[in-house]
């Protein structure tokens, strides 16, 4: 799914036993299990980069402590509205 990342997040991957279950409840699909084998010999998961909205739904369904970290990017503030001048015309 395209979109604007509005948050992101990273893995301990020596924390991850590989479960997968972040990469399936993850609602954009932003996470994936990495080929490479960590030193308990699974595949951790690993942010594609792209999509991640921040939802925190992957910290909550991961049974490791410390595995995953959700960061909340902020968001850019509004340019401020240009300031019309206006002529008023004298009263008479
Ligand atoms: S915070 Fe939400 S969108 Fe981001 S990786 Fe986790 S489940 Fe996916
Ligand atoms: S839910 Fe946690 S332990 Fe399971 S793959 Fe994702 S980060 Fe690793």
């Keep these: 799914m395209a979109g604007q990342a509005r948050g992101k997040v990273t893995v301990d991957v020596e924390e991850c036993k590989g479960c ?4 399936e409840c993850c609602p954009p699909k932003c996470l994936e299990l990495e080929p490479e084998l960590n030193a ?35 968001a850019k503030p509004k340019a401020a509205a240009p300031v019309e001048e206006v002529e008023h015309a004298a009263a008479l």
């Excluded at 997968?20 to 990469?23: A, K, M, Q, R």
């Excluded at 991640?52 to 992957?58: D, F």
């Design 20 to 23: 997968g279950l972040c990469v």
């Design 40 to 74: 308990y010999g699974a595949h951790p998961a690993h942010y594609t980069g792209q999509c991640c909205t921040g939802c925190g739904i992957c910290f909550y369904c991961c049974p490791e402590p410390g595995a995953i970290t959700v960061y909340r990017l902020k």
